[in-house]
């Protein structure tokens, strides 16, 4: 699971144009700066789909018609 502290980590290596970082005996690096945005981009989806999970609703929705007449 990604925490939103790993992605304002990321987002601030790319701001500076660091591409690898080592922090607890773990180190992570990235090819560019597009395999970067990549990890950032995927973070940030993941993050709003576990956001939109927990207020989600009972996942019922009711389709509008429209009768098509004017």
Same mark, same amino acid.
């Given at each position: ?7 304002? %980590? ?8 660091? @591409?690898?970082? +080592? *922090? &607890? ?11 970067? %945005? ?8 993941? @993050?709003?789909? +576990? *956001? &939109? ?18």
């Amino acid at each position: 699971m990604s925490t939103a502290a790993q992605l304002a %980590r990321l987002k601030d290596m790319y701001a500076k144009g660091v @591409l690898s970082l +080592e *922090q &607890g005996g773990e180190k992570v690096s990235f090819a560019d700066g597009r395999e970067l %945005r990549t990890r950032i981009a995927d973070l940030e989806r993941q @993050l709003q789909a +576990e *956001q &939109g999970m927990a207020g989600a609703q009972s996942g019922i929705s009711y389709p509008a018609y429209d009768r098509g007449t004017r």
